[in-house]
T-cell receptor, first 114, second 114 residues
């Protein structure tokens, strides 16, 4: 069974803290993605990676960075958390290539920055 | 980049009625058109998709139709049931050179009243 897991379901951090969100997939997928989901705004792409050590900016990368040292793991880093980064963060993965573009999502991490 | 719009943003129907959600996109190079369903508190999941060489696809009570000329595709749900209540996202594949990126619409909240 396809599985994408995220390190925490709920997280509360203080303004200025460095925050790590981790995502692991066990499907040997090449592509991995980080989105944030806010009411009325849908899913907005922060960063994605299509291979180990590769990363590309999505639509809203400001204030975030990512790391992909191993194929199965994709980390999202908030260097200095701010209150406007309070959101639901969703990780996803997919196979490379045109055959299948289905994205498999993790359960999400609800981050609150106070 | 791709501009994606979904209509309506909310939709309320009686159980047994049909529901239709429309998605318009701007990138004429888009060639993959999926719909995702997100139930309350759960992760988004693919429910149906269509490729650009096909005009319609059905899977039991759900169907997707594509009009490439007009650059829109629609999700049709017949004989709606309470468990169809969820937020639905269209996600046409955007950038031509990307590695599987999807551009998500803002979502349509469907409520099915028993």
């Amino acid at each position: 069974d396809v599985k994408v897991t995220q390190s925490s379901r709920y997280l509360v951090k203080r303004t200025g803290e460095k925050v790590f969100l981790e995502c692991v997939q066990d499907m040997d997928h090449e592509n991995m993605f980080w989105y944030r989901q806010d009411p009325g705004l849908g899913l907005r792409l922060i960063y994605f990676s299509y291979d180990v050590k590769m990363k590309e900016k999505g639509d809203i990368p400001e204030g975030y960075s990512v790391s992909r040292e191993k194929k199965e793991r994709f980390s999202l880093i908030l260097e200095s958390a701010s209150t406007n980064q309070t959101s639901m963060y969703l990780c996803a993965s997919s196979l490379r290539g045109s055959a299948s573009r289905e994205q498999y999502f993790g359960p999400g991490t609800r981050l609150t920055v106070t | 980049g791709e501009n994606v719009e979904q209509h309506p943003s909310t939709l309320s129907v009686q159980e047994g009625d049909s529901a239709v959600i429309k998605c318009t996109y701007s990138d004429s190079a888009s060639n993959y058109f999926p719909w995702y369903k997100q139930e309350l508190g759960k992760r988004p999941q693919l429910i149906i998709d269509i490729r650009s060489n096909v005009g319609e696809k059905k899977d039991q009570r759900i169907a997707v139709t594509l009009n490439k000329t007009a650059k829109h595709f629609s999700l049709h749900i017949t004989e709606t049931q309470p468990e169809d209540s969820a937020v639905y996202f269209c996600a046409p594949r955007g950038y031509g050179g990307s590695q599987g990126n999807l551009i998500f619409g803002k979502g349509t909240k469907l409520s099915v009243k028993p």
